[in-house]
């Protein structure tokens, strides 16, 4: 089965950075992606790591260690609107084309 | 990027009432549609794969009698929640993923559908 846990809340004020962590224990899959929602919203795709290392994607970047079952987000020179729920989730090897969310992690941005 | 869309965004009705929900990919061919539950401030929990002219596969724990899914085309797939009861109010979110991604790791969801069972 899957599993990945994430923090429930982090709390940060405009125009820092934050990190946002995720472990795994999973039996494979083909990557970790992220995602994320705003209250009432849908989610919306972020990041995915497919191999080992950091991809940037703007103010945003995503890591991801296969050895350590490891992966975060990093939200840089936050603002505002980065006041959302983030979602790491993994496309399991078993299930090709199926999402594994985690439960989330609440994002609170503070001016 | 790719549009999903939903309709109704959201809907209320009487215990015992069934309520269809549509999915529709806007601008790409879908074979496979996803319907997801989710309780407020809780992740996302998938409840069935929804694929284009086959049957659904339930997720465990998931009534497919209750639940009933039809993906009669590429581009849209139904979710009818029959005599629903107050605990079946919930958001309920569809994805789907483009038919050219292969083993696409990008889903595009649509904006939900808030069902309230009084």
């Known amino acids: 089965g899957q599993s990945l846990e994430q923090p429930s809340e982090v709390t940060a004020v405009e125009g820092a950075i934050v990190q946002i962590n995720c472990t795994y224990q999973?039996?494979?899959?083909?990557?970790l992606s992220w995602y994320q929602q705003h209250d009432g919203g849908a989610p919306t795709f972020l990041s995915y790591?497919?191999?080992?290392g950091l991809e940037e994607t703007g103010r945003f970047s995503s890591f991801l260690s296969r050895s350590d079952s490891y992966g975060y987000l990093l939200l840089q020179e936050l603002q505002m609107k980065d006041s959302a729920s983030y979602f790491c989730?993994?496309?399991?090897?078993?299930?090709?084309?199926?999402?594994?969310f985690g439960a989330g992690t609440i994002l609170r941005v503070k001016s | 990027g790719a549009v999903v869309s939903q309709h109704p965004s959201w809907v209320i009705c009487k215990s015992g009432t069934s309520v269809k929900i549509e999915c529709r990919s806007l601008?790409?061919?879908?074979?496979?549609m996803f319907w997801y539950r989710q309780f407020p401030k809780q992740s996302l929990m998938l409840m069935a794969t929804?694929?284009?002219?086959?049957?659904?596969?339930?997720e465990q724990g998931v009534e497919k009698d209750k639940f009933l899914i039809n993906h009669a085309s590429l581009t849209l797939s139904t979710l009818t929640v029959t005599s629903a009861h107050p605990e079946d109010s919930s958001f309920y979110i569809c994805?789907?993923?483009?038919?050219?991604?292969?083993?696409?790791?990008?889903?595009?969801f649509g904006p939900g559908t808030r069902l309230t069972v009084t």
């Open positions: 999973t039996s494979g899959f083909y990557g």
């Open positions: 601008d790409f061919q879908a074979t496979t």
């Open positions: 929804s694929n284009e002219g086959s049957k659904a596969t339930y």
């Open positions: 989730a993994v496309t399991p090897m078993e299930y090709g084309n199926k999402l594994v």
């Open positions: 790591n497919a191999l080992d």
């Open positions: 994805s789907a993923r483009d038919l050219k991604g292969g083993v696409s790791y990008e889903q595009y």
